[in-house]
C-alpha cells in the first residue's frame, strides 16, 4: 500500500491464475469521503480491507465504491468489501450496472466457458454478482469527492461501461483495463467489448495531460512520458479495426 499520489492510495493486486484489479483509494484524508475503486477478485477482500485498516482509514469514511468496470477480476470480492462497509454507495457506468441490476452476468464473465470454469473453480451461484447500483454514471460528470475533483469519461471498448477517472490538477488517470503501462491495453474480445470503440477511447484519452498512470494491473507509472497513451493508441491502431 502505497500513496501514488496526493489523495490517491494504490493496493496492489495479488494475481492468482486469474487476475486480481488493483483497488485505489481516493479522497484526502481526512475528508470523511473516501472512494474504493474496483474491488478484485474472489477472496479477496479480506485482504484488501485489510490493507485499507492499515492505512489507518476509518471504515466509517469509506462513502462509496466506483467500479472502472464489471469484469470478474473486478467485481469479484465486491461482496466481502461492501460486507465490511455496508453504509457504502455503488456507482457504476450505467452500460453495466443495469446488467449487474438484473443479474445479468454475461459482462462479469465475458465468455461462456470463462463463466462454466470459474463458477466450479470458485463454486459461484447464479447471481452471486447481481446488486443495486445507487449511482448510474454516464461520462462526462465531474465527481467533487473527498475534496477532490475527478472528470469521469466513458471509455467503451474493454467492456461496454468501462470508465476513466481523471484528476486534471495532479494528471492522474485511472483508466480501468483499458490501457497499462509498457504500450499494453486491456483485451476486445470478450462480451460487450469492441476493438473499434476501444480505439476511439484511446485516442480520447490520449487528449489528457497524464503524469501518474494508475491501470487495474501490473505496474503503476509515475511520470508517465509525454505522449504515452497516444503512442500506445497508435501502435495498436491497426488491430482495432
Ligand atoms: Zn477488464
Ligand atoms: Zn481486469
Redesign the pocket.
Known sequence: MTEASRGVYYIQGQDEFI?D?HVYVIGIPGSGDLSIVDAGLMGKGKYKVGAIRKLGIDLADIKRMIMTHT?L??IGCLREIMEEVPHAELWIHEAEAEPVEQGDERGVYGMEMFRTMCMSQYNLKPGAFKFDVTKKLQGGETLEIGGMSWEVLHIPGHSAGSIALYQRESRVLIPG?TVYADYAIGRFDLHGADGTELSRSLMRLAELDVDVLLP??NRIVKGVKPGYIRDTAEQWAPYLQ
Request: glycine share 12%; charged share 25%.
Open positions: 487476475p484489479s469484469h477480476d473486478h483495463d487495474g494491473h
